[in-house]
């Protein structure tokens, strides 16, 4: 559904800021940088694993602040990683069943490109 007037979706901003705010950028040494996310809201994050080259990868959140992690685990296999950080009350990622989502229903990636913090694609 739309809104007629400029296409707008309601609340689309609002849902975008939130999940904005749930991403992170990883700095793990070497150059370049990866995405992650809030996935509890007492420090724990998770990110892709090849994108945590360090034991000691850098977290900056949404607004600035920066933490020293720790790699809590690491599965290659699966290219998953999880992060720990010393902090509270942070914005976590809601969890939701991939397999109640239907063709053609709106789907949002946002993550950190090359440094470029809270890029959005929709599709």
């Not at 400029?6 to 609340?11: F, K, L, M, S």
């Not at 849902?15 to 700095?27: D, F, G, K, N």
């Not at 296999?77 to 991939?98: G, K, V, W």
């Amino acid at each position: 559904m739309t809104n007629g007037a400029n296409g707008a979706i309601p609340g689309f901003g609002e849902i975008a800021e939130l999940l904005r705010r749930s991403t992170v950028l990883i700095h793990s040494g070497g150059r370049g940088s990866g995405s992650g996310v809030i996935w509890s809201s007492n420090g724990s994050l998770v990110t892709n694993a090849h994108v945590v080259r360090s034991t000691r990868p850098t977290v900056q959140l949404w607004d600035g602040r920066e933490f020293e992690a720790s790699v809590y685990s690491r599965d290659a296999l699966r290219d998953l990683a999880q992060l720990r950080i010393n902090a509270r009350d942070l914005p976590a990622a809601t969890a939701a069943d991939s397999s109640q989502l239907r063709p053609g229903e709106l789907a949002i990636a946002i993550g950190n490109p090359m440094g470029f913090v809270g890029a959005l694609a929709t599709g």
